[in-house]
């Protein structure tokens, strides 16, 4: 389907088009799940499909209220953010690969007499 087609259509056609594009990506998605699709990158089309839509109604949404850049005369403050990063696992501990071998660690040296 192309942009400039669906360019053409009226609000209420896109919004009903974009609930049939819905309902056809979850029925294809069942489709192959359970091996009744026989066209799997259809799948992928009517994605794409349903992504211009909703691309065209919000750029329709957007020329209807056009909203004006909020103008201030305050310099705006600029956060460096460096001093508040923390290193990986400095909240929540080890991963679970480290979880796992030191359980095993702790289980082989408690085996040993």
């Known amino acids: 389907m192309k942009s400039s087609h669906l360019r053409e259509k ?7 088009l974009q ?9 294809n998605r069942l489709k192959n799940f359970t091996n009744r699709l026989d066209d799997t990158s259809s799948i992928r089309k009517t994605r794409r499909d349903l992504a211009r839509v909703i691309t065209l109604l919000r750029e329709r949404a957007i020329a209807a209220n056009p909203v004006a850049p909020a103008v201030s005369d305050a310099p705006q403050k600029v956060a460096s953010g460096g001093a508040k990063l923390k290193k990986k ?4 501990g080890p991963g679970r690969g480290e979880a796992r071998a030191s359980a095993a660690r702790a289980k082989k040296n408690e085996a040993k007499p």
């Open 10 to 16: 009226s609000l209420d056609d896109l919004v009903e």
């Open 19 to 27: 609930k049939s594009l819905a309902h056809d990506i979850f029925q």
């Open 89 to 92: 696992g400095a909240v929540r």
